[in-house]
């Protein structure tokens, strides 16, 4: 994992230069062009039946080949290729998946009544790679080999390695725990990115969990994914400013 707030992908780089632009408006038919990425449209809250935003490069559904007219929904699994991406919405539920990334979205433990909330999710289990999402008045629990965070109405990053992971609570509240040791756990209230954490697997009880720095995702880009949704982030960044605080922990 970077140490520093790094925008290393160039495809990727790209697309939070055109957010903070202005939500691409002329920038659209230049991407197009180039082949960075395929959108639907200019951000908006996605239509009924509507799951994929966005993809760039080699995106899988259940080891299928995603389109933009492809539904993603509890159970499935989303995989993306190196350089890859993946922008997509499950019930209330609003996600980045980034290249070399593997995610499951699980079902509910009970069956939810779909013909109001729509596709519920029970949780996400990051196998590997990075996931920028926002959750609001849905709680779940997201695992990695390292942690389980509960997500209680949230925008959240986070980075699963096989020993490590990184969770930063972009904004809303959190509970951090290491897997195998229960004395490594941490609840988080956050306003705007205040408390990134890194949760290991090999150190001393009650020291499996750290301060991190902020590193690998921009308010633009949560901006973004809120928007599909049909919401507003809850902070005001400048456009000028696109590589996200700039900030010491």
């Known amino acids: 994992m970077n140490s520093h707030d790094d ?57 299928m080949p995603a389109t933009l ?17 993946a922008i997509f919405v499950v019930n209330t539920h609003a ?6 990334s593997k995610l499951e979205i699980e079902s509910p433990s009970t069956a939810p009544d779909t013909s109001v909330t729509g596709y519920v999710i029970g949780g996400l289990r990051m196998l590997t790679g990075k996931l920028l999402s926002v959750s609001r008045n849905s709680p779940m629990s997201v ?20 020993d490590l992971t ?14 195998d040791d229960p004395e490594s756990r941490e609840e988080v209230v956050a306003r ?16 499996n969990i750290r301060s991190a720095p902020f590193v690998n995702h921009t308010d633009q880009e949560l901006a973004l994914i809120e928007t599909l949704v049909g919401r507003t982030s809850p902070f005001v960044f400048s ?6 605080p700039r900030r010491s922990y």
């Not at 996600?95 to 070399?100: C, V």
């Not at 205040?194 to 001393?204: E, M, N, Q, W």
């Open 192 to 207: 705007h990115h205040d408390r990134p954490l890194y949760i290991v697997k090999d150190a001393a009880k009650g020291k």
């Open 95 to 100: 996600m980045i998946l980034r290249g070399d």
């Open 166 to 179: 990184y969770f930063c609570t972009c904004y809303g509240s959190t509970v951090v725990q290491a897997n």
């Open 239 to 244: 456009k000028d400013s696109y590589t996200g």
């Open 69 to 85: 007219s492809t539904t993603i929904k509890p159970g499935d699994t989303v995989q993306t290729g190196k350089n890859s991406e």
């Open 7 to 63: 925008i290393d992908d160039p495809r990727r780089q790209w697309l939070v230069r055109a957010l903070a632009a202005g939500w691409f408006g002329a920038a659209l038919p230049q991407a197009m062009a180039q082949g960075l990425n395929i959108f639907g449209s200019k951000p908006a809250k996605l239509p009924p039946g509507q799951s994929i935003y966005g993809i760039t490069g080699d995106v899988r559904v259940n080891n």
């Open 143 to 162: 695992k990695t080999s390292a942690s389980t965070i509960g997500i209680r109405g949230t925008g959240f990053y986070i980075e699963s390695d096989p």
